[in-house]
């Protein structure tokens, strides 16, 4: 379900980006999205199927791990959100305006 909701939204600002509208909120929103859901996910299936998978042999431990870095690289979730904060403070402003 989640990840259902998440490609819908990514589909929405994919269409976005065709129309070259501005997307810095937007794309600070899928990415944070995405790597919550992605750890979300993760951490599910890893509990869905036990301590087995737990251990290397089996492909759901690089899938766990793998999820973890996705909060950290390419601007780390606690930046998104300040990413979306501003963009959110500046369309409130503008609107004042
Ligand atoms: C496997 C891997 C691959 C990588 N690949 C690349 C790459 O290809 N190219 C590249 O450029 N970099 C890459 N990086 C670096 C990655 O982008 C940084 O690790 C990331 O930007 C976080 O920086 P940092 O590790 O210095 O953490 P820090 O900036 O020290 O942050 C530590 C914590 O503090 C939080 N924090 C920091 N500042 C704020 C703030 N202003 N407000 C709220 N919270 C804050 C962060 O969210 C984080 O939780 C990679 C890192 C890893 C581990």
Redesign the pocket.
């Known amino acids: 379900m989640e990840i259902e909701a998440l490609r819908s939204f990514v589909y929405r600002v994919a269409a976005m980006v065709d129309r070259n509208e501005k997307v810095i909120k937007e794309a600070a929103m899928v990415k944070l999205l995405r790597s919550e859901t992605y750890n979300r996910v993760a951490d599910k299936a890893l509990q869905i199927h036990g301590g087995i998978c737990y251990i290397s042999e089996y492909p759901i431990e690089r899938f766990y791990r793998d999820a973890r870095?996705t909060r950290?690289?390419?601007?780390?979730?606690?930046?998104q959100k300040?990413i979306i904060a501003a963009q959110l403070q500046r369309n409130y402003k503008r609107g004042r305006e």
Do not use: K, L
């Open positions: 870095i950290i690289y390419e601007g780390t979730s606690e930046i300040n």
